[in-house]
């Protein structure tokens, strides 16, 4: 029961919203926070109860040939991730309250956030691939609104809708996918489509597409290359829910997702290298980009592109204990980051630009140090949680594709270069605009939040914090080798940074090509262009002109010799198609009775 | 009971024809008819399936025609359907100008048609009542219909009345092509003497293409679609709401309940012939679609692509298939209707449809706004919904069939195909959602009203309508199982 009560209460929440409270602002805020402390408790409850088993319900019944159940999964995996989601989800709504206390759309926000946090608990507990398909869309629909929260203006407009299309498209592949996970194992039941991967056997093409299909959904979900390209558009939304559903959660959905079929994923040698070397593309393509963002939130929304290319990374190299571990850190830790970069642009009027910050320490003490402590996080700092798990990851590269661990270790320096260049150039120098010199720190709902993040992103990584949660992933022999190639890119990562951004007032690099995305953005926007957009155009053309326009009326013309459609267009009467139909009702009483 | 739906509405148009006033009467009259329809599905007895609340009036013996009523489960979901459309497009009809009797006259004949069709177990009032929904959608278009809407009007009616004629044609070969003895109008009777082996294979092939195509052009199955989307621009919102959301599902009920379960033979030679159609509707009306540049068109032309799932769904033939295919008739003719319920709002405000005049509108109609979203994500497919349920079911139904680990066959690729087009409906349905709701407001659209009152009632209703199916579709299931695990089972490859 107490599963479904974690499940249902955010939904709740969302649907006493839409229907009764909208006018009231204040009271919308209060039902959602108290909707998703209460789904918190339940998740406590679970994970320190370890319940494991939940009643189903039957959603499509159609007999034995087709049944869709509704089931929760209730494992060690699922409990840890229900207990995360719904804590850092709690923290987020807590500080929401602060960030978004004026806004217009309180109610429609918060509504929007109970949504999301019902959807993203159905994936997490989930139990068949239809079900996960169904919270799956959920969440794509919550990010869609959330993002497009200021439709009035163009640009999170066009991000919603960039979002949600993409979403589709890696959605495509997705649910082809799951056909054909059902077509070979006779079950979309994760515990039973395990039990029937026999059904794979000898055909192992089948199996890699198969596998492959399924990794498509997260590609979009996660935002992996090629399909990567809405995260950082999707920082058009408020900051909070940058942090929730755009870092720590909703994103990270993809990887959870390939972790629990890994059963599938696994079987395949071959889907596993594609996996793993699109994780390593994508980490090494956002680092690159990140470091030439002007927009503090872009830069972070990079950050986590690359940071989920590091998790798909570790889930092709066969290892989802790894890949969890680093999920773990990094929601502690991104949404630390983001929940002060939203400190920030909340204390300086929604100025997003880092060239225009400066000197945020002395007004902002509090919002600097938990950057700072995430900063270190993200980067690997020794002893820091994202040092574990990170390092983790290099260690399985190390041991198994070399050239995936040097890729790695250089998307570990460009990290460090690009989290000390934020911070340089937003905490230190002189502020270099009106509000970054009057600003203070922010209020304390929201400052308390980034304090409790703060803890994990610490602590987070050591095994005794760790363990707790999660699986660790058993590193074989270890090897001082990693940790010290690593420790070399940090400090190199950071002395350059240090070096290049001390007392700038402007970017002195200006890299084009990666500050304008690789142009990869317009590039798609060129082939929808030539591509979609040219057969959109020639389709409705062939229909208005050819089809309708000449072998309409032409046949109309022609097989009935001398336009007797066309005089019946003349004539424009009423009687003329009565007379048609009575013909037809005669011809029928004529046929029945007579022969 | 089945009695009280028929005629509810024809006896309301002729009270209003009467004298009585237009609007209170025929809402009253459609309460009524959604209510016994309400009433209808939820009392059929599912663990006895098969054709329940018949009545039998003898019209003539010798002739074995009767005036005969009867509804399993794919009825009783169409006449749910019809009645809440009815309800939602009477409600939503504006103050019109010139004979406003008239008008909801045509509207409760459009609905009392379908209605009939869809409760007749007899072949030649199944055929009547639809011939007679044409004439009130012809006078619909040709007196309050916008743009050029004489044009318009006639189109419509040529290729329907054509439609009709092959129907036609196709139906008499089908009763002609049982023995002499067996013959019945009865559609239980024809049902038997076609399970029992009495129409020949080749008779089949032949027969089910007429069907095909008869029905085809009813349903704007490409290449016959053309009639649609410039019929839906023109006709005043409630006639599409109407047309689009019900009339049009008479096709598909023909061949779910005649041509699929009758000539299992000829479905299966033709089922190649119907995918590509089906692909056509998908794929190339889906970027048809996309190209287009004001709302009306632009929803006309959806509704002709995702005419293509339920396609996919009858030619599955399987269980899984058809009871999706069945579920996303109810489905899409929900979203269908307040997508274009909202349309004709729009348009009686600001007198335009263009994407380009049109933006922001959801900061001064918020209501409206919500509306057209929700039933935006209704029509893609969003779960939540009856359409997703409904298009799950085709998905995997359609995908079973003939489905191996060797590679993927026809099926197969329809399946892929369909699975694409929920992406292209994506592209274009939040491009319109996008281009009229989102974005700058427009300073023109400034001082336009929301939708308000009791105006927002009927959509509620239909939201909660589809939201109900799409939660829980073992509502629907619950009187739809019967239906296909009996008489299409046979068909079950």
């Not at chain 1, 890696?170 to 029937?196: E, N, Q, R």
Request: aromatic share 14%; net charge positive; proline share 4%.
């Amino acid at each position: 029961m107490l599963p479904w009560l974690a499940l249902l209460l955010p939904l709740a929440s969302a649907l006493i919203i839409m229907s009764a409270t909208r006018p009231l602002r204040s009271l919308s805020a209060y039902v959602s926070v108290a909707a998703v402390l209460g789904s918190f408790v339940c998740a406590c409850f679970i994970f320190f109860h370890g319940t494991a088993t939940a009643a189903a319900i039957s959603w499509i019944d159609l007999g034995v040939s087709f049944r869709v159940p509704l089931g929760l999964m209730l494992d060690s995996l699922s409990r840890s991730m229900l207990f995360m989601v719904t804590g850092v989800g709690s923290l987020v709504h807590i500080y929401s309250l602060g960030y978004m206390r004026d806004d217009d759309g309180k109610s429609r926000y918060f509504a929007g956030l109970s949504l999301f946090m019902f959807a993203m608990i159905g994936i997490v507990l989930a139990n068949n691939f239809v079900m996960i398909f169904i919270f799956w869309e959920l969440v794509g629909v919550s990010s869609y609104l959330v993002i497009g929260h200021w439709f009035e203006r163009a640009a999170p407009a066009d991000a919603a809708k960039k979002a949600f299309i993409t979403n589709r498209v890696g959605d495509f592949g997705f649910m082809l996918g799951i056909l054909m996970v059902w077509t070979a194992t006779g079950s979309f039941v994760f515990t039973d489509a395990a039990k029937g991967m026999t059904g794979f056997a000898g055909h192992s093409g089948y199996l890699t597409a198969t596998a492959l299909l399924v990794f498509c959904g997260a590609v979009g979900k996660s935002a992996q290359f090629p399909l990567h390209v809405w995260l950082p558009d999707a920082m058009e939304g408020p900051t909070p829910v940058s942090a929730l559903i755009h870092a720590a959660t909703m994103v990270a959905a993809g990887v959870y997702m390939l972790v629990r079929v890994g059963f599938l994923i696994q079987a395949s040698p071959d889907a596993l290298e594609v996996i793993a070397w699109i994780g390593t593309i994508t980490a090494v393509l956002a680092a690159l980009m990140a470091t030439q963002q002007n927009d503090i939130k872009r830069v972070l929304a990079y950050s986590t592109v690359s940071q989920l290319g590091y998790m798909v990374m570790a889930v092709g190299l066969a290892s989802g204990e790894a890949a969890m571990f680093h999920l773990f850190t990094h929601a502690a830790f991104k949404a630390l980051l983001f929940l002060g970069s939203g400190s920030l642009i909340y204390m300086l009027h929604h100025e997003q630009d880092m060239w225009r910050m400066g000197e945020q320490w002395k007004r902002m003490p509090l919002t600097c140090l938990t950057f700072l402590i995430g900063t270190l996080a993200l980067i690997g700092f020794p002893g820091s949680s994202g040092f574990f798990s990170k390092d983790a990851i290099l260690v399985l590269a190390y041991q198994r594709n070399f050239p995936i661990f040097v890729l790695g270790a250089f998307t570990a320096l460009l990290t460090a270069f690009y989290m000390t260049r934020l911070v340089v150039v937003v905490f230190f120098g002189r502020p270099r605009s009106d509000v970054a010199a009057r600003s203070g720190e922010s209020p304390a709902v929201m400052v308390i939040p980034m304090l409790l993040l703060s803890i994990p992103a610490a602590i987070g990584g050591f095994g005794f914090f760790a363990r707790r949660f999660l699986t660790l992933p058993n590193e074989g022999a270890p090897t001082l080798a990693v940790p010290m190639i690593a420790l070399a890119c940090l400090i190199v990562g950071v002395g350059t940074a240090i070096l290049l951004y001390r007392g700038r007032t402007r970017e002195p690099l200006n890299i084009a090509f990666f500050r304008d995305r690789l142009y990869l953005d317009d590039l798609y926007t060129f082939l929808i262009r030539a591509t979609q957009g040219l057969l959109a155009s020639l389709s409705a053309f062939v229909d208005r002109w050819v089809l309708d326009g000449a072998i309409v009326r032409g046949l109309s013309g022609g097989v009935f010799g001398g336009g007797f459609l066309l005089r019946l267009l003349q004539v424009g009467n009423l009687q003329a198609y009565a007379f048609l139909f009575g013909l037809g009702i005669i011809g029928l009483i004529y046929f029945t009775v007579f022969h | 009971m089945l009695l009280l739906i028929v005629f509810a509405p024809l006896v309301t148009a002729l009270i209003i024809l009467l004298g009585a006033p237009g609007r209170v009467t025929a809402l009253a009259g459609s309460a009524v008819t959604a209510l016994a329809a309400f009433i209808a599905f939820f009392s059929y007895d599912s663990a006895r399936g098969g054709f329940q609340f018949v009545s039998s009036w003898t019209i003539s013996e010798s002739w074995r025609w009767h005036f005969l009523l009867g509804a399993d489960g794919l009825s009783l979901i169409m006449l749910v359907l019809a009645a809440l459309v009815l309800l939602g497009a009477v409600w939503f009809t504006p103050p019109i100008e010139k004979s406003e009797r008239l008008f909801y006259v045509c509207l409760l004949l459009i609905a009392s048609g379908a209605i009939g069709a869809f409760a007749s177990l007899d072949l030649f009032f199944f055929y009547a009542f639809h011939e007679v929904a044409l004439i009130p959608t012809f006078l619909l278009i040709g007196i309050w219909g916008t743009g050029d809407r004489f044009a318009a009007a006639w189109k419509i009616t040529i290729y329907l009345a054509l439609g009709s004629f092959v129907l036609l044609i196709g139906l008499i070969l089908l009763y002609r092509s049982v023995p002499a003895a067996a013959r019945t109008l009865d559609l239980r009777g024809l049902q038997a003497a076609a399970s029992a082996g009495a129409i020949a294979p080749a008779a089949q092939n032949t027969i089910f293409l007429l069907l095909l195509i008869g029905f085809g052009v009813l349903i704007s199955l490409f290449p016959f679609h053309n009639w649609a989307p410039e019929a839906y621009a023109s006709a005043p919102a409630p006639a599409t709401m109407l047309h689009a959301g019900v009339l049009k599902k008479f096709g598909l009920y023909g061949l779910l309940r005649i041509a699929m379960p009758m000539l299992p033979e000829g479905a299966r030679h033709w089922s190649w012939l119907l995918l590509v159609l089906l692909i056509g509707n998908i794929i190339y009306i889906g970027l048809v679609t996309i190209a287009q540049k004001r709302l009306d068109w632009m929803l006309g032309y959806s509704s002709v692509m995702h005419m293509g799932y339920i396609f996919l769904g009858i030619a599955s033939a399987n269980i899984i298939g058809l009871n999706g295919a069945a579920l996303l008739m109810f489905a899409h003719g929900i979203s269908i209707a307040l997508l274009f319920a909202v349309a004709g709002e729009i348009r009686r405000r600001t007198g335009t449809l263009v994407f380009s005049e049109l933006g922001g509108l959801a900061k001064n109609m918020p209501f409206l706004g919500f509306t057209f979203g929700v039933a935006t994500f209704a029509a893609i497919g969003l779960p939540g919904f009856a359409n997703f349920a409904a298009e799950v079911m085709i998905f995997f139904g359609a995908f079973r069939v003939g489905g191996n680990l060797g590679g993927f066959h026809f099926f197969q690729i329809a399946t892929v195909c369909a699975l694409w087009g929920v992406v292209i409906s994506a592209v274009y349905l939040l491009r319109a959602y996008r281009a009229i709701f989102m974005g700058p407001p427009n300073e023109r659209w400034k001082a336009v009203p929301d939708l308000a009152g009791t105006l927002r009632i009927p959509v509620i209703l239909l939201i909660a309508a589809t939201l109900a199916l799409g939660f829980f579709p073992n509502i629907a299931l619950r009187v739809l199982r019967p239906t296909f695990s009996s008489a299409v089972a046979e068909t079950t490859r």
